[in-house]
DNA sequence: CTGAAAGCGCTAACAA
DNA sequence: TTGTTAGCGCTTTCAG
């Protein structure tokens, strides 16, 4: 039967339309009785408020962007469930736009059907925007939240984990437990996230007098992980003897290149260590030692900003770090204890 | 700077508030010149027309609601992408509502939620929606598209593969490579597709004069399926030489279970066959043997049924059913051969 | 082809 | 507390 109005309610219950709008509106003062001839009048119609006329009057249209890449890292999918179950507790929902970090021109249409949709909010979650881009979402009145990923300029607010920390302990965890050639298959260079992981590397090893192995820019990408891998096991000048990779999801691919193309085993003749601890780090068949990012304190604190942005406009950007946890698994071994 | 409206950029072009409408408007009809002036001022201003306001008037929010269950299992945020991608050709966007295929209760929510959004269309990618609130729907005027889930009751359009001769096809070939105690460890029995491959087991054995090793429900869930492994090799009759999974997700606790639980190897001790070919599946620590869904064509049907709907509300449910692949990997082997 | 005017379904003053 | 009224930003008749 098509739509039925907060007008068709207010005639079956012989009221005005506003009263029906209020019974409706959290907030608004409507008497018990009034509240109830309404409701009644209303479930006996079906009837819904339709929340796009809604949104032309008050501003807000309850639909958050959630801007991504690929969903092929488990990261994300995981993040995305997370995120929008937390949302639908406070009236939201998620709108989903792919962006494939891809050119300038792409982002920038990625931006204007987000502003055609009257977005309340934006969660950027792996994609970097430009500083034009942020700027029109700005003029537009859009806050943004970065999701495991940093600006360089701090003009935009953004949760991830201590990048840098995270992977200098993991390194050190390598150093300590009697590691000395270390490579690191790095996140993508052109992200925050590839670049502090990477820095972590190096500061870890720097500190205890020791040169990289080797450091091959893995893109975040299994394919390029994999030539990574190879490319590392075909220098003539021995082997190294542990690898720091970018995140899980490559990790996953250079674990099966090393066993399956090098038929090394793992951690026997090379140890592992991720970053992320995405479900599928714990299943046996990988198994990973990895730095677990918090997850569940990311979506949170991406929550409560995002809320406080866009409830009082007068919150400074703040770059929220929290801490990961380097989660010992059985792709890592102590070659200290070898040797005694 | 707030919102720039069409009225704002009529003034400056110092024409009439229609003639912006009617160039942001496909099909409308607008000289050149004119709409040069108004494109002109309109980039100025950085205008965009407010979409939730124009669907106030064509009925049209340009937004399709995705219900989904969980997201863990690959198959769902690898159809989430490739829905987005397809979607947004089509100027459609994705609003995500999750579903765990809870309580009658839960799902009428979900229902309100997204009717409250007037979105366009439904896609309900693996949850079940009961005969009532697909009614519901129906009222409202809100097209359905099943994914990945038919209903018994016909008047739901739904796109799956061929569930049922897949599973025949995959028993079929773990007889013809000399199998012969097959445990099957299914799908969620309340759904079309765990009952359907089931059915597809037990059709090839019986056709083969063959009892069921053994079929355990495993509830489309990691732990579930574990606890059924388990159960599968606890028997005191001698151990199944092979296992239908009723998909992947199930198939990769399974196969981490007998290869790390149980201490056998895959396929020499037993064989294992999944469903869906979820890119995982591919990677070389699993390998697995299993029916491909033929997702690109899944995705397809699913947006060609979903316009259809939306545009001619004359079509009449169809269910349509895809071909499903069987892709032999290296969790299988031929037993045959080696008894020669 | 263009402008004026009506109205989509709703909320938010404003009176009563 | 309630009803009346004026729009939110847009599309779509209807005249011209």
Redesign the interface.
């Known amino acids: 039967?098509?739509?039925v109005t907060s007008l068709d309610v207010a005639r079956k219950a012989g009221v005005s339309q506003s009263a029906v709008s209020r019974t409706f509106t959290e907030g608004a003062s409507v008497s018990v009785g009034m509240a109830k001839k309404v409701r009644k009048a209303a479930d006996e119609l079906?009837y819904?408020?339709?929340?796009?006329?809604r949104?032309?009057i008050t501003?807000r249209?309850r639909?958050i962007a959630l801007v991504v890449g690929?969903?092929?890292n488990?990261f994300?999918?995981?993040a995305?469930?997370k995120l929008?179950?937390a949302l639908?507790e406070k009236g939201y929902?998620?709108?989903?736009?792919?962006a494939s970090n891809e050119s300038e021109q792409e982002a920038q249409k990625v931006v204007?059907?987000l502003?055609?949709?009257?977005v309340d909010g934006i969660i950027a979650a792996s994609v970097s925007l430009s500083h034009s881009l942020a700027k029109?979402c700005k003029?537009?009145?859009i806050p943004i939240m970065l999701f495991n990923r940093r600006q360089d300029n701090p003009s935009l607010s953004s949760v991830t984990s201590n990048n840098f920390l995270g992977a200098k302990k993991a390194t050190e965890y390598l150093l300590a437990t009697g590691h000395r050639k270390l490579a690191h298959i790095s996140g993508w260079s052109e992200t925050s996230t590839g670049r502090e992981r990477a820095a972590g590397f190096t500061c870890a090893l720097e500190k205890f007098g020791l040169e990289p192995y080797d450091i091959i820019d893995g893109m975040y990408n299994r394919e390029k992980a994999i030539e990574a891998t190879r490319k590392l096991f075909s220098k003539k000048t021995g082997l190294p003897d542990a690898i720091f990779v970018g995140n899980d999801h490559m990790c996953?691919?250079v674990?099966?290149?090393i066993?399956?193309d090098m038929g090394l085993r793992i951690p026997e003749d090379v140890s592992i260590v991720g970053f992320d601890d995405v479900?599928?780090s714990s299943?046996?068949?990988?198994n990973l030692t990895t730095v677990r990012q918090p997850i569940n304190k990311m979506i949170q604190s991406t929550i409560k900003g995002l809320m406080d942005l866009i409830h009082n406009d007068l919150t400074e950007p703040k770059q929220l770090q929290l801490e990961g946890k380097l989660i010992v698994r059985g792709t890592t071994t102590n070659r200290v204890k070898e040797k005694e």
């Not at 929902?93 to 792919?98: A, E, R, S, T």
């Not at 502003?115 to 009257?118: H, N, T, V």
């Open positions: 039967m098509g739509k079906d819904r408020p339709n929340i796009l006329a949104s032309l501003g249209s639909i690929y969903l092929d488990q994300y999918p995981d995305l469930e929008s179950r639908k929902h998620i709108l989903v736009f792919l204007d059907e502003i055609d949709y009257q029109r003029t537009q009145n996953f691919a674990m099966d290149s066993r399956y479900p599928l299943w046996p068949a990988y």
